[in-house]
C-alpha cells in the first residue's frame, strides 16, 4: 500500500511529535524532514558548501548527535532559504513518501511541494507564544541557557524566514487540515489527527 501522510507547520506546533506518533500507531515509515536540513546545517557549520552539503547528504548524516542545538537549528533555517539546497533534497523526500507501506513526512512544505498528491495532509499550527514556551523548555531540558524573550523572538524570526522565503514558503495547502494546537496537549494532538487519517483510510 502506497499512502502518504503530509505533515507541515512552523517550528514547535508539535508536528515532529503527531507526525512520530501518527507513524506509530499505523505502522508507517517516518522522516523528519528538518533533520535533512539541520544535517545540512551542521555541515556548514564545519565550513561545507550548503548546496554541495545537500547533494551529497547520506542517511548516516541524519544521525550524528547535536542536531536539535539552536546553533543548527539556526544554521538549518537559513540553508533552507536557499533554492538549490531544497532542489537537492527533493527526490530524497519524494521518493520516501512513496514507499511501499505508508509513510508520515513532516516538515514544511510537504503538502506544497513535496507531495502535493498526499492521501492526508495536516497543517500544524500554535500560537508563537505557545511555541516558545515549548522550546524554551526543550532547551533548558537539554541544558541549553535561554530565557522566552530570547527564544520567542527566535521563533518569530524563524516564522518570518520560512514564511517570506522565495522557494517553497511555508503555508498550508488548499486541502489541508488546520490542527492548531494552542489548547492541546500532545495526546489530544495526536487523536485528532489519527482520527483524520483513520477517516482517509476508511477504518
Given amino acids: ?13 508539535g508536528k515532529g511529535t503527531v507526525g512520530r506518533a501518527v507513524a506509530a500507531h499505523f505502522g508507517f515509515a517516518h522522516l523528519d ?35 536539535r542545538s539552536p546553533e543548527v537549528a539556526q544554521a538549518a533555517s537559513e540553508v533552507a532559504a536557499i533554492g538549490d539546497v ?11 513518501a512513496r514507499r511501499e507501506g505508508g509513510a508520515v513526512l513532516d516538515g514544511r512544505d510537504i503538502g506544497t511541494v513535496i507531495c502535493p498528491e498526499a492521501e492526508v495532509k495536516l497543517f500544524v499550527t500554535a500560537s508563537a507564544e505557545a511555541r516558545a514556551g515549548r522550546r524554551l523548555a526543550e ?4 541544558g541549553h541557557a535561554a530565557s522566552f524573550d530570547s527564544v520567542l523572538a527566535d521563533v518569530k524570526a524563524r516564522d518570518a524566514r520560512d514564511s517570506e522565503r522565495a522557494t517553497a514558503p511555508l503555508r498550508p495547502a488548499d486541502d489541508a487540515h488546520l490542527l492548531d494546537t494552542s489548547e492541546l496537549d500532545a495526546a489530544q494532538a495526536v487523536a485528532a489527527a489519527i482520527a483524520r487519517v483513520s477517516a482517509a483510510l476508511g477504518q
Fill in 86 to 96: 531544497r532542489a537537492a533534497l527533493l527526490d530524497f523526500q519524494r521518493g520516501f
Fill in 139 to 142: 532547551l533548558v531540558e537539554a
Fill in 33 to 67: 524532514t528538518g533533520l535533512l536540513y539541520r544535517a545540512v546545517g551542521a555541515l556548514v557549520l564545519k565550513g561545507a558548501d550548503p548546496i554541495a552539503a545537500a547533494r551529497g547528504l547520506v542517511p548516516e548524516a541524519l544521525e550524528q548527535p547535536g542536531r
Fill in 1 to 13: 500500500m502506497i499512502f502518504t501522510v503530509a505533515i507541515d507547520g512552523p517550528a514547535a506546533a
